[in-house]
């Protein structure tokens, strides 16, 4: 986990690295921090690495409004946390995403509640990775990417937004393998990533890549796993 601290008061700034530190002992996050004096400074030389960003919004340079903006242009997926005196600053974070915003003075008990519900967040976003035994050796694939899996005979392909990869396993492996909130069979030889699913009309699942059959003894189980997923999306 990386942070970013942009405060130009010292003392708050402090303040803010030794709750980061206690935090870390506390939860036993691994998070590594920088630190900036204003907002014309994180933004001189920005990289999009950054999973949350602590941001006075008051500053001499450039305020932390000005400094969100610029960041959004080349950053969405950052968790802004606002630090601020005044509430009112809240209704304007509105319009660069802001996470949320914490009113100095600071308490720890504040800090750590919101930290720990980024902290959440930025996790349950991050991207998930599966190792296959592949044609080619082992590959490494984003589960995001994946639209559906195919078995054919001896043969399992994963069809990939990109590309298919053949893979050594078996359909009732690779069922067991892939999270069940977000993948399901339609049939005996497909299993549908639910968040590629662009409709369903009649008997078939429409994908942006495929039209896939559903079966009629899997049709309930499909339609419930789809109701689902879309209920917690």
């Known amino acids: 986990m990386k942070i ?46 950054y999973d949350v960003i602590f941001l006075d919004v008051v500053m001499k340079h450039m305020d932390g409004l000005k400094t969100a903006e610029y960041i959004r242009k080349m950053d969405k997926k950052v968790k802004i946390i606002f630090i601020t005196s005044n509430e009112q600053y809240a209704i304007q974070g509105y319009s660069v995403e802001a996470f949320s915003f914490l009113l100095k003075p600071l308490t720890y008990f ?54 298919p990869y053949y893979v050594y396993e078996t359909i009732h492996g690779l069922e067991n393998l892939l999270p069940k909130e977000q993948f399901s069979r339609c049939n005996h030889c497909y299993i549908v990533n639910l968040s590629h699913v662009n409709g369903v009309h009649g008997e078939y699942v429409v994908l942006a890549d495929a039209e896939l059959k559903i079966s009629r003894a899997r049709r309930k189980q499909f339609m419930d796993d789809m109701t689902n997923y879309l209920a917690n999306e």
């Open 4 to 49: 970013a601290i942009v405060e130009d008061n010292e003392e708050c700034r402090k303040t803010l690295q030794d709750y980061i530190d206690r935090f870390k002992e506390e939860r036993n996050e691994r998070i590594h921090y920088v630190t900036f004096n204003d907002g014309i400074d994180i933004v001189s030389e920005y990289t999009a690495d």
């Open 110 to 163: 504040a800090f750590s509640q919101e930290f720990a519900r980024c902290i959440e967040k930025v996790k349950s976003a991050r991207v998930k990775y599966m190792v296959f035994s592949t044609d080619k050796g082992m590959d490494r694939i984003d589960i995001e990417t994946i639209s559906y899996v195919e078995s054919q005979g001896h043969k399992m392909i994963i069809h990939t937004l990109t590309k």
